[in-house]
């Protein structure tokens, strides 16, 4: 038989149990559970054609809100939005993309310095660059293949006088990929790979040169 004091404890366990099924329901829930898998990107780079006498300023990348999420999107038949099951990258992908580009400026060796921060000085540069596409498209249940879009944009400034150098526009598009994650994501590397290289290229061609 419970006592009066242990009747008394017995409602407040329940009550705070209750308060704290209405504070879960009030509170999302964690993005990842275990089971997430974590996937990365690792752009090829080739070392650039010139070396330009320029430090590179590069902030975060800006995406729209459906794509900027640490999930690996997709799109289905119909304008449904969806994501891959258990799959994720490192970071939201605005953040997680500004170090993969940030990397990839640098292991090109075609700029004096490359950063997030801006420096005091004479031969500091701005891109500010935006992915347009970052997704895959899933084919209608059990027919085909899916297809792998990469879209960028990217303007190049001179920060002295906030003077436009170059304007650019890459779109990569990997067609018939396996539906598999692990797949997808190599694709999303490849085209990646692409529109860096190409980015790189005409970037430097705007560019004062190192002789």
């Known amino acids: 038989m419970l006592t009066h004091k242990k009747l008394d404890e017995t409602r407040r366990l329940l009550l705070l149990g209750g308060l704290g099924g209405v504070l879960s329901a009030c509170v999302p829930l964690s993005n990842y559970t275990a089971a997430d898998r974590v996937y990365r990107l690792a752009p090829q780079v080739n070392a650039a054609p010139n070396r330009a006498r320029a430090h590179l300023y590069l902030p975060r990348v800006q995406l729209s809100p459906a794509l900027d999420t640490p999930r690996i999107t997709l799109f289905k038949q119909g304008l449904q939005q969806d994501f891959i099951v258990n799959s994720r990258w490192p970071d939201s992908l605005s953040i997680y993309l500004q170090a993969v580009m940030l990397d990839a400026f640098s292991r090109s060796g075609g700029f ?49 006088d906030q003077r436009m150098l170059g304007q650019y526009r890459y779109d990569m598009r990997k067609q018939n990929i396996p539906v598999m994650t692990s797949r997808i994501v190599q694709a999303l590397n490849q085209a990646l790979s692409e529109g860096i290289a190409s980015l790189i290229t005409d970037m430097i061609e705007d560019l004062p040169v190192l002789y």
């Open 112 to 160: 004096l310095s490359v950063s997030d921060q801006l420096l005091g000085n004479d031969s500091m540069y701005k891109v500010l660059l935006r992915m347009s596409a970052f997704h895959a498209e899933y084919p209608p249940f059990g027919q085909g293949q899916a297809v792998v879009v990469v879209g960028m944009e990217a303007i190049l400034i001179r920060e002295r």
